[in-house]
């Protein structure tokens, strides 16, 4: 692994442990030229995954692209880094067991929109916000009503009649 303070090939690994519920590895490294430290993640990856952007361009699947769209609509929300990162975990599997290597970026989005539903509604909102590229203050009261009342079915139908 090149250390990224100064270039150098020769890092040594000083400590490793499970991450992102077993699913990656985080190794702390230390540089035996400079002395620096840094941290690498080691993920399994099923499969080269393809984005198809709305236009038809294709481009290799980023999952820190990914991350970084989750993480400006967290911003400044309670949510930590861990549960962020469980996150993005979960939609890069559900990714990688689609079965297809091409994924469209509506099915990417859609996923997100999911995961930060559950996660936090403020998040959720300001997701939409550019994923439906909203345009005024009315797109953003309506995309909350529709929410609010979609929930409210969704708990009308789960819970249990009344005698």
């Known amino acids: 692994m090149r250390c990224p303070y100064c270039g150098h090939s020769d890092t040594a690994v000083k400590d490793s442990r499970p991450a992102e519920e077993d699913t990656a590895v985080r190794r702390r490294r230390g540089c035996?030229?400079?002395?620096?430290?840094?941290?690498?993640?080691?993920?399994?990856?099923?499969r080269d995954l393809v984005v198809v952007k709305r236009e038809g361009k294709r481009a290799p699947f980023d999952r820190e692209?990914?991350?970084?769209?989750?993480?400006?609509?967290?911003?400044?929300?309670?949510?930590?880094?861990?549960?962020?990162?469980?996150?993005v975990s979960g939609i890069v599997r559900r990714l990688e067991s689609v079965g297809e290597a091409e994924i469209r970026t509506r099915?990417?989005?859609?996923?997100?929109?999911?995961?930060?539903?559950?996660?936090?509604?403020?998040?959720?909102?300001?997701?939409?916000?550019?994923?439906?590229?909203?345009?005024?203050?009315?797109?953003?009261?309506?995309?909350?009503?529709?929410?609010?009342?979609?929930?409210?079915?969704?708990?009308?139908?789960?819970?249990?009649?009344?005698?």
Request: proline share 5%.
């Open 32 to 46: 035996e030229a400079c002395g620096g430290r840094f941290t690498t993640f080691e993920r399994v990856q099923l």
């Open 107 to 163: 099915d990417i989005g859609g996923m997100v929109m999911d995961a930060l539903a559950e996660l936090d509604p403020v998040a959720y909102v300001r997701y939409a916000s550019v994923y439906r590229d909203f345009k005024s203050p009315a797109d953003f009261a309506r995309f909350i009503e529709d929410s609010i009342q979609a929930k409210k079915a969704e708990d009308k139908a789960v819970e249990p009649d009344k005698p």
């Open 65 to 87: 692209k990914l991350r970084r769209s989750v993480q400006l609509a967290l911003q400044k929300r309670p949510v930590s880094e861990e549960q962020l990162d469980q996150m």
